[in-house]
């Protein structure tokens, strides 16, 4: 999906649960990541985020935030793999407070994952996550996106009913599509690289409620 088709994607979806979502996560990475190049993407060895990483990269480039730019952590990188693909484990181990550590995990994560998550976490690191709903990756996330709960009827994606008690919600989740897994990973790299989300929550709300009444922006 390009820029155009994924700018126009998040515009159509203004105002569902998926778009305010996505949205919330971007702004949520900006406002938890304070240290320069404190932001690093993880996932399963065998699925690593080579998509989101180039995609949040790509945003915050264009967007001028070079302090934000994201680092592919890899579980085995080659000897002779370019610098900005040869970040390995080490960079888990220096990892602590004002950076975030995104993990992508489609399907259920391993165990080894989930230890190499839970020591990040215990250093500090904010810890984020976009996943199928499993418990575990949920309970070691200070921020979980679920993107299959999310999806809006009438977009061609399945969707399911969120029940009454949050956690069965979670242990329900089917397979998610890999079409709606993957545009969450798009809207959140649009949202992230918001100019919005560098503004002080208070000034955000302020803003919105301008555009509410009908004025102009300040």
Do not use: C, K
């Not at 390009?2 to 305010?20: F, K, N, Q, V």
């Not at 610098?83 to 994560?109: C, Y």
Request: hydrophobic fraction near 35%; glycine fraction near 8%; charged fraction near 30%.
């Amino acid at each position: 999906m390009d820029l155009t088709r994924a700018s126009l994607l998040r515009e159509m979806l203004t105002g569902t649960e998926l778009g305010s979502r996505t949205t919330e996560f971007g702004y949520a990475l900006r406002r938890f990541t304070t240290r320069r190049s404190g932001l690093m993407l993880f996932g399963p060895v065998d699925e690593e985020p080579w998509h989101l990483t180039a995609h949040l990269d790509d945003e915050l480039h264009r967007a001028g935030i070079e302090d934000l730019r994201p680092s592919l952590v890899r579980w085995a990188p080659p000897p002779d793999a370019p610098p900005h693909l040869a970040i390995g484990l080490d960079r888990l181990r220096d990892a602590g407070r004002g950076e975030s550590l995104l993990v992508v995990a489609e399907d259920a994560p391993a165990d080894t994952l989930l230890e190499r998550i839970s020591d990040v976490r215990r250093r500090g690191t904010t810890i984020f996550s976009i996943g199928n709903g499993d418990n575990e990756l949920t309970s070691l996330s200070h921020e979980t996106l679920v993107p299959e709960l999310l999806i809006p009827d009438g977009f061609g994606w399945r969707s399911h009913e969120l029940y009454d008690e949050p956690q069965a919600a979670l242990t329900e989740v089917e397979p998610q599509t890999a079409e709606g897994f993957e545009t969450a990973q798009h809207l959140v790299s649009l949202a992230a690289a918001d100019e919005e989300a560098g503004r002080p929550g208070w000034r955000r709300r302020l803003r919105n409620a301008i555009e509410r009444l009908g004025g102009e922006p300040a």
